[in-house]
């Protein structure tokens, strides 16, 4: 029987993505150093405080991250599962209203403020139309997860990144997700730069590895999620508009968006 698997874009195994909130003045750095590195991410903003000092400026949005994702963290930070209904609704609106205005792009994705949720939030933000949204309970491994909305990252980036990026290099199993979290603004806080610094220089250019943003991983997977495959697994369709790769015995195929790909 031959082996059949998933493989990320270009046939990548694994997969190293980065989320950081509140949108400080503290970003401006870490974006720098992730640049430097090849390293991508997400940058989860609450618009309602931009005027406020230590908050990046509105006009600073569309340009510094560039090559990264910009994406919603509610308008002003509050307790999701401590508000009406209606205020939760309200709360995503203005933030993915100002946010869309800046930065040009349908903005599609959020992270829980303080991670905090409960069912009727989630389904909440599920029914506007969010597609992922990341919580801060760690699960220490490089799982993908069931639900976005409920998406848990592998650490904090006190979590012993250097240790698991070593465990993450040496593993060999495909679609593997290392998912980093913070804030830019603890780096400065805790004198720690060079903690980021190291593991960025650590992990740049690892040939198996695809660097993405939150949102292009949950795009990637969900395409690969709505695949269909024929009885006898030699054929695959992909009715996505993205190409999903698959490895047959040691061989890649790139199967295109809406059509059939015969396999082997
Ligand atoms: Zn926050």
Sequence with gaps: MKKIGYRYPQGKMKALTMSYDDGTIHD???VEIFNAHGIKGTFHLNSGPFENSGKIDPCEV???YIGHEVSC???THPFLERVPNMEVVRQIISDKETLESLCGYVVRGMSYPFGTHDSRSVEILRSMGMKYSRTTASHNGFG???DFMLWHPTCHHKGG???KLERFKNSKFPLNLF???GHSYEFNNDNNWELIEEF?????GMEDTWYATNIEIYDYVTALRSCEMSADCTMLYNPSATSVWVEVDGKLVECKGGEHTKLF
């Design 62 to 64: 569309a340009t510094l």
């Design 179 to 181: 998912y980093v979290w």
């Design 73 to 75: 963290h509610t308008y």
């Design 28 to 30: 401006r750095r870490l």
């Design 161 to 163: 990144i250097m240790e």
């Design 200 to 204: 960025c220089a650590a992990a740049e």
């Design 144 to 146: 993908l997860p069931d």
